[in-house]
């Protein structure tokens, strides 16, 4: 199996309800590993070897998922000493699923949403929320470096407070060409989908989000790259306004 990073945004996209915990209730996946789990037909707890040995559960023969793993690139400095300068990555068979394990009986827990504030999630990424003062009515919200707007009569102010959220995350606000908006505007809104339906939340509306989506593709299909930026993204998001038990 491959990987396809349009069909596995196009999944987030249109998947029907959240992820929640399903996969990381014994171990912590990033959400495109996630969908690259749903993708592999899994609906379970995933973990690696270690983790199942240390809950007391062993993995049978040849039943091993796909995992995307990161492989660190290194380069000599000035020094002569080798320093990582980015990474790239690799699919590896290096998951289990639980029905794939033997050994102790263990109690799974129940699959939960996701628990998230916006405060956490501004202090942490050094987003900060300004009042909006802009004239144009038809404007939801705007954001301009490491701060955005809402307008108070934005038809779904948590979905478009998720939209600038993701500009900024996705370094928009620094400044981009015309050329460019079509991308920053399909990696905003996509990101801002996702976060919505992980939060599960019923104050927007999924269509009109996917219209708003296909009319900025114009028919086109996200590059890779651009594709990746949007789950990096979400990432950074939600662990950023994870509330932590025992914290």
Not at 58 to 70: E, F, M, R
Not at 107 to 126: C, F, G, K, M, Y
Not at 129 to 146: A, C, D, M, W
Not at 195 to 214: H, P, V
Request: aromatic share 12%; with cysteine; hydrophobic share 35%.
């Amino acid at each position: 199996m491959e990987l396809d990073y349009n069909q596995l945004i196009e999944q987030a996209l249109t998947i029907d309800g959240a992820i929640g915990t399903t996969y990381s209730r014994f171990y912590n996946y990033s959400i495109t590993n996630q969908y690259f789990f749903m993708l592999q037909g899994i609906t379970e707890p995933v973990a690696n070897f270690n983790t199942w040995r240390k809950l007391g559960r062993y993995p049978k023969k040849n039943t091993a998922k796909l995992v995307i793993t990161p492989v660190p690139l290194y380069e000599k400095n000035k020094d002569g000493e080798k320093e990582q300068s980015g990474c790239y990555f690799r699919l590896k068979k290096a998951v289990f699923a639980y029905s794939d394990t033997f050994g102790d009986e263990l109690e799974i827990p129940e699959v939960t949403a996701i628990d998230w504030t916006i405060e956490r999630a501004e202090q942490a990424l050094n987003i900060e929320r300004v009042p909006f003062e802009s004239t144009n009515g038809n404007s939801h919200g705007y954001s301009h470096g490491r701060k955005y707007a809402i307008n108070p009569m934005a038809t779904y102010p948590l979905k478009t407070t998720m939209h600038e959220l993701a500009h900024i995350v996705l370094n928009h606000t620094s400044g981009f060409e015309n050329h460019e908006r079509s991308t920053a505007e399909f990696q905003a809104e996509a990101t801002a989908y996702i976060l919505m339906n992980e939060f599960q939340s019923e104050e927007w509306n999924k269509d009109a989000s996917r219209a708003y989506i296909q009319n900025w593709l114009d028919g086109e299909k996200p590059s890779e790259s651009d594709i990746k930026a949007v789950f990096v993204a979400v990432n950074k998001i939600l662990n950023a306004g994870k509330v932590v038990e025992n914290e």
